[in-house]
């Protein structure tokens, strides 16, 4: 006798189920690597296709951020030691619940301000703080928040921060800061504005339709005239502007264009009194002054400053040059007399 076995007949899914879970897919997949979509977005020649493709990837990136996941993607790459881009890579940690320590910390280097006259800030009490807008690009990140940090800590200076990723001098296209800066000052009239850009700067400009090559003769003559109308719009309401040199960079070749613009930076101050040059190259360099991502901390023990893209500041490294700041503010307010 024969037995015949009956098969249920397999189900097919839908065609319609199987698109969703591939639109799901990319979806995901989007979120997962949003900063970096957004950064090749803003990498592209000007046009329709960079106009539309920032419109998308921005707020990809601004829902990527808020639900943290854009985490996974960026502690594999620090962990790797990956480089997203020479300037405009933006790894970011988890907040350190450590306070920022109102003392730079021990270096074999010095780190200044380069003064044109003597600022002299009105000395702040507990009753009435400094009162500071800290502001630039997502070199501010980290950065930002341990300023006002070693601001509350010292009951003396009241800060907030305004900074925003992959924006910059270079491109208005994206966000302009002189612009952006003159509607806010009126109302905020902070007496002290604390500025850092060029980790997003180095890219081609468009003047008057023509695109100028970065870092030639003429981009940089371009990126001067920018620079000059940030710190003049700056410090327009009365405030006095400390803008923050670029540090060190692991890649030579940023590093060489930091200084280009760092060369800038001083120079445009120079001609303004309400503009000081806070210097920061030497303070995240090791003892033979070479760039050096592990750097001691004020107890001796080395620790990581720089992400693994080499431009932006740890925790650890944004309050070590935090504290620079910090220090800088109060000499300038104990300078009477």
Avoid: C
């Amino acid at each position: 006798m024969t037995t015949h076995t009956h098969r249920q007949p397999r189900r097919r899914s839908p065609a319609g189920h199987a698109l969703l879970a591939v639109l799901v897919a990319l979806v995901l997949g989007s979120l997962l690597n949003a900063r970096a979509l957004e950064r090749t977005a803003m990498n592209l020649p000007y046009g329709a296709t960079r106009t539309v493709a920032v419109a998308i990837t921005g707020p990809l990136r601004a829902v990527s951020s808020f639900f943290l996941l854009d985490r996974p993607r960026l502690a594999l790459d620090n962990l790797l030691g990956r480089s997203n881009s020479r300037t405009t890579a933006e790894d970011v940690d988890s907040p350190d619940p450590d306070p920022v320590d109102p003392n730079p910390p021990p270096s074999t280097t010095t780190t200044t301000t380069t003064p044109i006259d003597r600022v002299q800030l009105r000395t702040p009490t507990a009753a009435d703080p400094l009162d500071v807008w800290v502001i630039g690009d997502s070199l501010m990140e980290l950065l930002g928040p341990s300023i006002v940090n070693v601001g509350d800590d010292s009951g003396l200076v009241h800060a907030t921060v305004d900074f925003r990723f992959v924006s910059g001098l270079t491109r208005r296209d994206y966000f302009d800061w002189p612009a952006y800066a003159a509607e806010q000052l009126p109302n905020l009239q902070p007496e002290v504005v604390i500025a850092m850009y060029g980790g997003n700067d180095g890219q081609d400009a468009n003047v008057d339709g023509v695109i100028v090559e970065r870092w030639t003769p003429e981009w940089v003559e371009f990126y001067r005239g920018r620079v000059a109308e940030a710190m003049d719009t700056f410090a327009s309401e009365g405030s006095h502007v400390y803008w923050i040199a670029l540090p060190v960079m692991a890649s030579d070749l940023f590093s060489e264009h930091a200084q280009l613009m760092n060369d800038v930076y001083r120079a445009e101050a120079a001609k303004r009194p309400a503009v000081s040059i806070i210097e920061s190259w030497d303070l995240f360099t090791d003892g033979s002054g070479e760039y050096s991502a592990y750097l001691p901390n004020r107890d001796g023990n080395l620790e990581l400053m720089r992400y693994g893209d080499g431009v932006h500041f740890t925790w650890a490294g944004a309050r070590r040059l935090a504290a620079v700041v910090f220090e800088q503010m109060q000499n300038d307010w104990s300078a009477k007399g």
